[in-house]
């Protein structure tokens, strides 16, 4: 049994499943969000892990696109005092009139350097790597809540199965303890990572972004062929799915691209409802803050009432539509 953690369902089933995790793999994630209710049912831990394979025009967790270490830089807090321009090794911050003291991301090493020096919290390395252990330690404090609402632990990213091992042992480890389980995957990912973790999830948030190739790859970078043929498969054995449709106005808002992804929804028997997420723009400092262009700086966010329409329109192709995870 792995030490400081209290187990809090002492079944024999589950007291077995412990030696099944490895508690020493390590991963990196950026953050740990408790008390959150969007992201499956109840109260839950969202993990999010570094690491994805698409670029989203759209992404509002730019952090979360590459595995290496990144500081982030938040001018809301800068005083522009210099220090970190003056005590950065290479030479990558520099002075910017609109966006204050940038990071160059080409040149940034992430020493941490300009993190130490700054008196004001205007900069904060991003990226940490945690065993499991440490990572269920941390979730399991939270297992009064998960119990009392329903809810459990949701990994996220970034993309989870990046890092499919870690996850692996991750999605094992709450399941030794009877914790509720969900990932959400943009679904770029090899069949054989998805498949060895459907034992160990109870819920999978699955995103589709276009129904066409061409299109899915000028928004995302990537083909939308993989991520089809996933959830295709998925649907053929795991019975609770939940597709989320990122709403973004010039990419797939017209009735065309939304009924594309319907009807090719429709006929997947484990799917059980699409959620429709409105654009939001909180993605755009943390792009600023990263020293990386926001492509879609000039769109105004979507409002939930502006989308009210698609839940009728979902219900003429057969399917069950919801806005914002309603």
């Excluded at 297992?143 to 993309?159: F, I, N």
């Excluded at 083909?223 to 609770?240: C, R």
């Excluded at 808002?253 to 723009?281: A, C, T």
Aim: net charge neutral.
């Amino acid at each position: 049994m792995s030490p400081g953690i209290t187990w809090g369902h002492p079944q024999n089933k589950l007291i077995e499943a412990i030696s099944l995790v490895d508690w020493a793999k390590t991963g990196k994630i950026f953050d740990i969000k408790r008390f959150a209710t969007e992201d499956g049912p109840g109260i839950r831990t969202l993990v999010f892990l570094k690491g994805c394979p698409l670029r989203c025009q759209w992404c509002g967790n730019p952090e979360s696109q590459v595995y290496k270490d990144q500081v982030m830089y938040f001018q809301a807090k800068c005083v522009g005092c210099g220090r970190c321009a003056v005590s950065c090794p290479v030479g990558a911050i520099s002075s910017h009139d609109k966006f204050g003291l940038i990071i160059d991301p080409e040149k940034c090493t992430a020493c941490g350097t300009c993190v130490d020096v700054c008196y004001y919290g205007a900069r904060e390395m991003i990226g940490q790597l945690i065993s499991v252990r440490e990572l269920v330690n941390q979730v399991t404090k939270d297992r009064a809540y998960y119990d009392s609402s329903g809810g459990g632990v949701t990994l996220s990213g970034g993309e989870p199965f990046f890092q499919p091992a870690f996850a692996l042992e991750v999605l094992k480890a709450c399941r030794s303890q009877g914790i509720h389980t969900a990932v959400e995957t943009c679904g770029h990912t090899t069949w054989e990572n998805l498949k060895a973790a459907l034992p160990y999830l109870d819920l999978i948030m699955y995103d589709v972004k276009h129904w066409d190739d061409k299109a899915h790859e000028r928004g995302t970078g990537v083909s939308n062929k993989l991520i089809k043929e996933n959830l295709q498969k998925l649907a053929e054995v795991f019975p609770n799915i939940v597709v989320r449709v990122p709403f973004i106005p010039g990419f797939n808002s017209s009735e065309r691209d939304q009924v594309g992804i319907y009807q090719f929804v429709r006929d997947l028997q484990g799917v059980k409802r699409i959620e429709v997420l409105p654009y939001h723009r909180l993605g755009l400092n943390k792009h600023l803050g990263l020293g990386q262009d926001y492509e879609l700086e000039h769109l105004e966010p979507v409002q939930k009432r502006d989308l009210a329409h698609l839940v009728e329109l979902g219900r003429q192709h057969g399917v069950k539509v919801a806005i914002g995870g309603e």
